[in-house]
């Protein structure tokens, strides 16, 4: 060995000054030389030659050569092995093999081989020692990356744990395991530690004298990101701003990084609602990109379109509108006018338009933005989809809420099958569409939409993810909405819980999930409650500006309104007067949400009652005005377009229907007609089916039930070929075409549309309305008239198990249980028959047995129980009712009487059989 270990020596220095000066094509050829050597020499089987394998892994992990790195570091740990055990150069080559899976993205095997180095420095340095500590640091990186985010941070706590004990452990290093920690918690979504373990790490990167570091502005950044996820906007922007000043200190302005970070900083400040600073920024970010790239290069339109938003913000829309002109005019010069990047502009005029109240206009630019994209990435890609959505933004606005939900609905089909997007964006889209048709009176399928957003964001985050909450927030407002309090209450809670904890309990979106959980349990009339919610909401508020002044005045106000609800009017007047004088200091005058509260204070004061009826009225006058805009909206579109009813292109035949059903909903059938005919006539495709559907709908309630019955086919045929038969709008059409055969008293072909129309429906698990459960219940009858009982105890079954948990056990839910009863019956099923029965009469004793509500109900079950074959119950129950109608109280019906006579006989109860014959008192 002394011969030729000079030499690798040598190669050592050589490969050491190459490695040195980036020269790695260099160092690798060195490093493989000195392998060579000890070939050559049959000496590869030492610990010299293993480290030397180890080199020669640094270098190709070094140059990102993963697979190779991980190559040399397997072969360097098996012989540091033979030789020498599970030493501590054993663990430094695992150590490295460990970190090249991760840059791999080989999270499981990374976690085995960092427990293994970890096990072997905690027995031979001791848990406290720097390198220990570091392995539990990259366990936790480790966890991070396979998204198991708890046991993540668990890691990185130990690790700091034991650097806040260890002596040797620098402040720097304290700041990595912060910032690892930080985006652990990011990355569980718990936002507020989050940010204080970022805010910790460069804090300890500033007590070290390293805040002009690369590190630190990254971690700034990631300090920004996590702020505007929290809804902390504002803070978001001055993180982002620092971090993009410390940019501009490494490096030149023209350098495509730090343009590229201002202009982020002026997205930023656009969302923050900073519109005068994201101009400058953007002005700024003009100026730069048309000295470096030049104005010509898509850059320059880009930021003329994002300066378009700033100008709209700022309410200067002509100056909005020129920069957005400009931009468009200049991607059509470069790109054509048929591509992606020309659609965002007409996006962009679009929502510039609509916030001018160009509603036609904005129409005509989102049109023309979905033909780009749909000739371009296609009717299938999430782009399209957006558009949609933007769309039926617009005709929800002007309460167009059936042309909305189209919109929407083909928007989700497409997010559903599409291969590209994201989970959020689909939960998006359901929310979007519940919003549609809650508006739209469809409360139970706006809550159906609203479970589905959430299990879908448990499925991407957790339970207790902010996102999620947001999700459950939604779902409250909702139920709210339908005045199903109970159940919104609930979740709102939930909602709440999760954002304090998650957020913080001064976060803008806690805050306001808190508000709007407090209002309502006002509406419930829960107002001690309520004011606990107030007072948390005003504890949270530091009045630190004029607006959390205003703020603070607007919730003592509404606390002042609970008290005075609940009958404590001292109380209700102090908080009152706070809340006036608190306004007052706060400057600024009255704002509109306290102006409606002492609205309500006043009105409850001379009243006694909170004046939530008066609130739905001007809701509706407000509905139906929109209505009327929506309805001018689609005919200036429709004329503007030069269309005529017998002359509809293609993209226009959609508006003519959505015109018709804004026709339909304020009562002027004979336009509603006019439109759903100019557009069958015109249509093709989808477009076709649903005219002839909305025709059928029309002559269906109109009583033309054939005529009904004959478009309603059409549709139903034209789906059957062309389009999937496992889809909503089909159901529905089975089941209208089932209501005109019924109504035609053609009762079998009735059934033979409403049998295939619930199957699909409960395939479908689509919200068992009330429309549903009144088919399901007329199904029920048509079976049980011809002699399906099995068929007939389904459907009534189903029925009265929906009705108990959207009404409870109510009267209605006992009525059920007896038509289910019926049906059994008729099939010989004493024992479920029995159990049905007894049900039902326990549920009769509610108000009471002296009734003679529970008089009639024992005539008609003991008359059933007869029926059954249950004698001595029928007995028992036709004697109550025959008791109580000798006492005056009319319960014992003719049939009821004829039932206990027999039933009395054929118990051999002969001398209550002749009593009751004569009259007389039953003993």
């Known amino acids: 060995?002394?011969?030729?270990?000079?030499?690798?020596?040598?190669?050592?220095?050589?490969?050491?000054?190459?490695?040195?000066?980036?020269?790695?094509?260099?160092?690798?050829?060195?490093?493989?030389?000195?392998?060579q050597k000890y070939m050559e020499n049959d000496d590869a089987n030492t610990m010299e030659y293993a480290s030397d394998m180890h080199n020669l892994g640094v270098i190709f992990d070094t140059m990102g050569m993963y697979a190779k790195a991980v190559e040399y570091y397997k072969k360097a740990a098996i012989l540091k092995r033979d030789c020498s055990g599970e030493s501590l150069s054993y663990a430094d080559t695992v150590n490295n093999l460990a970190i090249a899976y991760n840059n791999m993205g080989e999270g499981e095997k990374a976690r085995r081989f960092h427990g293994e180095v970890l096990k072997i420095r905690e027995a031979k340095l001791g848990k406290d020692h720097p390198d220990t500590i570091y392995s539990l640091f990259h366990l936790g990186n480790t966890e991070e990356d396979l998204q198991h985010y708890d046991k993540a941070v668990e890691y990185h706590q130990q690790a700091l744990e034991r650097a806040r004990r260890s002596a040797d452990f620098s402040k720097e290093d304290m700041a990595d395991i912060f910032a690892s920690l930080g985006a652990a918690y990011d990355g569980g979504g718990n936002y507020r530690r989050s940010i204080s373990s970022y805010e910790k790490a460069l804090d300890f990167m500033e007590k070290a004298g390293v805040e002009e570091s690369f590190c630190y502005m990254i971690w700034t950044l990631s300090l920004a990101e996590v702020c505007e996820k929290a809804g902390w906007n504002e803070l978001a922007v001055e993180y982002c701003e620092k971090a993009v000043q410390m940019r501009r200190k490494m490096m030149q302005d023209s350098h495509l990084d730090y343009i590229n970070s201002l202009n982020s900083l002026g997205i930023l400040c656009c969302k923050a609602g900073m519109f005068a600073k994201s101009l400058q920024c953007h002005e700024e970010v003009l100026r730069l990109v048309q000295k470096v790239l030049g104005s010509d290069h898509l850059f320059y339109a880009d930021t003329l379109n994002n300066?378009?938003?700033?100008?709209?913000?700022?309410?200067?829309?002509?100056?909005?509108?020129?920069?957005n002109a400009e931009a468009l005019r200049r991607k059509e010069a470069a790109l054509g006018p048929s591509h992606p990047?020309?659609?965002?502009?007409?996006?962009?005029?679009?929502?510039?338009?609509?916030?001018?109240?160009?509603?036609?206009?904005?129409?005509?630019?989102?049109e023309k933005a979905l033909l780009i994209r749909r000739d371009t990435v296609g009717r299938m890609d999430p782009l399209y989809a957006d558009t949609l959505e933007q769309i039926a933004g617009l005709f929800t606005a002007k309460g167009a809420y059936e042309a909305a939900a189209e919109y929407l609905q083909e928007a989700l089909y497409i997010r559903r099958e599409a291969e590209t997007g994201?989970?959020?964006?689909?939960?998006?889209?359901?929310?979007?569409?519940?919003?549609?048709?809650?508006?739209?009176?469809?409360?139970?399928?706006?809550?159906?939409?609203c479970r589905e957003a959430i299990e879908l964001l448990e499925k991407h985050f957790s339970k207790n993810h902010p996102e999620y909450a947001i999700g459950l927030a939604k779902l409250g407002e909702i139920l709210a909405r339908e005045k199903q309090y109970d159940e919104a209450i609930q979740i709102l809670t939930e909602s709440a819980a999760i954002q304090k904890e998650m957020l913080d309990e001064d976060n803008p979106r806690y805050l306001k999930t808190l508000e709007y959980l407090a209002e309502v349990c006002v509406r419930k009339g829960d107002y001690a409650v309520a004011v606990q919610h107030y007072l948390a909401l005003n504890d949270a508020n530091y009045e630190e500006t004029a607006e959390d002044k205003q703020r603070a005045a607007e919730t003592l106000l509404a606390i002042a309104v609970c008290y005075l609800a609940m009958g404590n009017e001292k109380k209700a007047e102090a908080y009152r007067k706070e809340a006036v004088e608190k306004l007052s200091r706060a400057g600024g005058g009255l704002t509109e949400k306290f102006a409606k509260r002492h609205q309500q204070y006043d009105l409850l004061a001379n009243k006694g009652k909170l004046p939530y009826a008066g609130a739905e009225r001007q809701a509706k006058m407000e509905e139906r005005r929109r209505l009327q805009k929506a309805k001018d909206l689609?005919?200036?579109?429709?004329?503007?377009?030069?269309e005529q009813a017998q002359s509809l292109d293609k993209e226009a035949v959609r508006n003519a229907i959505s015109l018709g059903d804004l026709q339909m909903r304020t009562g002027n059938r004979e336009q509603a007609f006019f439109w759903y005919q100019a557009a069958e006539q015109a249509a093709e495709g989808m477009e076709y089916a649903q005219a002839c559907r909305r025709l059928g709908e029309w002559y269906l309630t109109a009583g033309e039930y054939l005529k009904g019955l004959q478009k309603l086919t059409n549709a139903k045929n034209y789906i059957e070929e062309y389009d999937s038969v496992k889809t909503k709008d089909y159901c529905e059409l089975l089941a209208e075409i089932g209501?005109?055969?019924?109504?035609?008293?053609?009762?079998?072909?009735?059934?033979?549309?409403?049998?295939?129309?619930?199957?699909?429906?409960?395939?479908l698990q689509l919200p068992r309305g009330k429309q549903y459960q009144r088919r399901l219940e007329r199904t029920g009858r048509l079976l049980a008239?011809?002699?399906?009982?099995?068929?007939?105890?389904?459907?009534?079954?189903?029925?009265a198990l929906a009705t108990r948990m959207m009404e409870g056990e109510t009267e209605n839910f006992a009525r059920l249980l007896l038509k289910t009863a019926a049906s059994h019956i008729a099939q010989g099923n004493q024992k479920e028959a029995n159990t049905l029965l007894d049900r039902a009469l326990l549920l009769g004793t509610a108000k009471g047995r002296e009734t003679e509500a529970y008089g009639k109900l024992c005539d008609r079950i003991g008359r059933m129980y007869a029926a059954n074959g249950s004698l001595e119950r029928a007995e028992d129950c036709l004697s109550i009712a025959y008791e109580m109608t000798r006492n005056g109280k009319k319960c014992l019906t003719r049939d009821g009487l004829a039932a206990l006579l027999s039933v009395l006989r054929k118990l051999g109860q002969e001398e209550r059989y002749f009593a009751v014959k004569q009259g007389k008192k039953l003993e």
């Not at 964006?425 to 469809?442: I, R, S």
């Not at 008239?785 to 029925?799: I, P």
Request: glycine share 10%; hydrophobic share 40%.
């Open 1 to 35: 060995m002394g011969f030729y270990f000079a030499e690798v020596r040598k190669l050592r220095r050589e490969l050491q000054a190459a490695y040195g000066a980036g020269e790695y094509k260099k160092a690798l050829i060195l490093g493989k030389n000195i392998l």
């Open 307 to 323: 300066m378009s938003a700033d100008y709209s913000g700022m309410n200067e829309m002509e100056k909005a509108l020129e920069a």
């Open 341 to 366: 990047q020309v659609a965002v502009c007409y996006m962009s005029r679009g929502r510039l338009y609509e916030k001018m109240g160009r509603d036609t206009d904005a129409l005509a630019a989102y």
């Open 422 to 449: 994201t989970d959020r964006d689909l939960v998006g889209g359901l929310q979007l569409l519940a919003d549609v048709k809650q508006k739209a009176g469809e409360g139970q399928a706006a809550a159906a939409l």
């Open 634 to 642: 689609f005919t200036e579109m429709l004329a503007q377009r030069g």
């Open 739 to 763: 209501d005109c055969y019924f109504a035609m008293g053609e009762k079998e072909k009735a059934v033979g549309m409403y049998l295939p129309y619930i199957r699909l429906f409960r395939e």
């Open 785 to 799: 008239d011809s002699g399906r009982h099995k068929d007939a105890a389904e459907c009534f079954s189903e029925l």
